[in-house]
């Protein structure tokens, strides 16, 4: 979880440097963020569904 949230967040962060918005990837970083937060930032994908 925890490098995949810094991933995305570096996406999303590049896309609004040049003025394009991802809202997908920006809903993707937020739960994957939530799920890090839960402690589960270790662990693998699936662990994002523990952050709904």
Same mark, same amino acid.
């Given at each position: $979880?925890?490098?995949? @949230? /810094?991933?995305?967040? +570096?996406?999303? @962060?590049? *896309?609004?440097? !040049?003025?394009? #918005? +991802? %809202?997908?990837? *920006? @809903?993707? #970083?937020?739960?994957?963020? #939530?799920? !890090? &937060?839960?402690?589960?930032? %270790? &662990? %693998? $994908?699936?662990?994002?569904? /523990? @952050? !709904?």
């Amino acid at each position: $979880m925890d490098n995949a @949230a /810094k991933d995305a967040g +570096l996406i999303v @962060a590049a *896309a609004q440097g !040049s003025g394009t #918005r +991802l %809202d997908v990837a *920006a @809903a993707v #970083r937020d739960r994957l963020l #939530r799920a !890090s &937060e839960r402690g589960h930032g %270790d &662990e %693998d $994908m699936a662990a994002a569904y /523990k @952050a !709904s």
